[in-house]
């Protein structure tokens, strides 16, 4: 996107953010930066490699505004495309990019949030965590003048735009495939982990799936979040295996539970009996599905690194006093062993390259907002 075409709406994009920090004399600072930015335009389109020094020696350096993405689970391939998406946007916006990672520990994930109330942060990214346990520090936020918007938490605070994938339909995709393939009468293993607000969501699904469909028998329900994921689960799904051979279809609700699967399923020998179904998709996915012979012929996903960039344009809104909705549904597609093949697709920016649709959404994305390039 040229300059020319976003400077006035990205001025006022930083005027807003100024008015925030600042809302006590916000009318007389915000005519200062209106003044400076129309001397010193080449200020607001400040890329990344120089902002340290932009910071030190601009006038107008406490314009830029900081984005903080406080994650509660890092580990993982689709996480941290999750979080390179996030970067690609922030750094598109020309703004700081703050991460602080909570390791799965709420008592941490409450600091971090103090941490940035206390730099004064424009904007905060929740990536995951306990609602519950975050409620209270995330009013404190809003009421220090922060903007906040959640990825796949939701709070009760209606000032907090939630971004989320549409987990009903990701299920939804993934049980049409399996009835395509197997019918409507298989016997099953069924990959969970409870208490992670997207898994619960699947749940959901799955249970109502079985509920409509009587045919479907479910042998066994393992899964762990121990880490290193893959391995841990592989080791339960021997067992499981073990005990009943006779399973059909392996439904992993999280794609590294279906990598520990597909590993207990080849070491099995079983890969031509299984067939597995996964959410989620990652480069080491494509890869694993299309192995020769590979038991895991399906997956429904979001693009990872989208999901990142969309929740990026979400809090840039709410810090330009902008409503970008309450909910914020991304709607996924069904990702085939056969599709990968046929298209000869290698890695998640490839599949991204052919598929516009997986590319990006026209979600949280007004005409002044800048993206980055694909």
């Not at 120089?50 to 601009?58: A, K, T």
């Not at 699947?202 to 799936?209: G, I, K, P």
């Not at 996924?332 to 590319?359: C, G």
């Amino acid at each position: 996107m040229k300059s020319e075409k976003v400077f006035d709406p990205w001025l006022d994009f930083y005027i807003a953010i100024s008015m925030r920090r600042f809302w006590v004399c916000c009318l007389f600072f915000a005519l200062i930066i209106a003044s400076a930015a129309l001397l010193f335009p080449s200020v607001v389109f400040a890329q990344k490699s120089n902002l340290q020094s932009n910071l030190q020696h601009d006038a107008t350096a406490q314009m830029v505004p900081r984005i903080a993405l406080i994650r509660f689970v890092s580990k993982g391939e689709v996480f941290e495309a999750y979080k390179e998406g996030v970067w690609r946007q922030v750094e598109a916006l020309g703004a700081q990019f703050i991460e602080m990672d909570a390791r799965r520990d709420p008592k941490i994930q409450v600091e971090m949030f103090e941490r940035a109330i206390a730099m004064g942060v424009e904007g905060i990214i929740v990536q995951h965590g306990p609602a519950h346990v975050l409620e209270d520090v995330v009013q404190k936020a809003i009421d220090a003048g922060i903007a906040v918007v959640s990825f796949d938490v939701a709070f009760k605070n209606e000032a907090v735009p939630h971004i989320k994938q549409s987990d009903v339909d990701l299920v939804a995709l993934l049980t049409e495939q399996m009835t395509k393939d197997k019918g409507s009468a298989f016997k099953a293993a069924y990959v969970h982990f409870p208490g992670v607000e997207p898994f619960t969501r699947r749940d959901a699904a799955w249970q109502a799936f079985k509920h409509n469909n009587p045919g479907v028998q479910e042998l066994a329900t393992f899964g762990t979040l121990d880490i290193p994921v893959v391995r841990y689960t592989a080791n339960q799904a021997r067992a499981v295996l073990t005990a009943y051979p006779d399973i059909e279809v392996i439904f992993a609700i999280y794609d590294d539970f279906a990598q520990g699967v597909k590993l207990a399923v080849d070491e099995a020998g079983l890969s031509d009996k299984i067939k597995i179904y996964s959410t989620d998709i990652t480069d080491q996915d494509i890869k694993v599905m299309r192995e020769p012979g590979s038991p895991w012929v399906a997956t429904a996903a979001n693009n990872p690194y989208l999901l990142g960039e969309i929740s990026v344009r979400a809090v840039a809104m709410v810090m330009a006093g902008e409503d970008p909705g309450r909910e914020i549904v991304v709607k996924p597609r069904l990702i085939t062993q056969k599709l990968l093949n046929n298209m000869n697709i290698s890695s998640v920016e490839d599949l991204a390259r052919r598929l516009p649709d997986f590319a990006d959404q026209d979600i949280a994305k007004p005409d002044w907002m800048p993206t980055p390039e694909r």
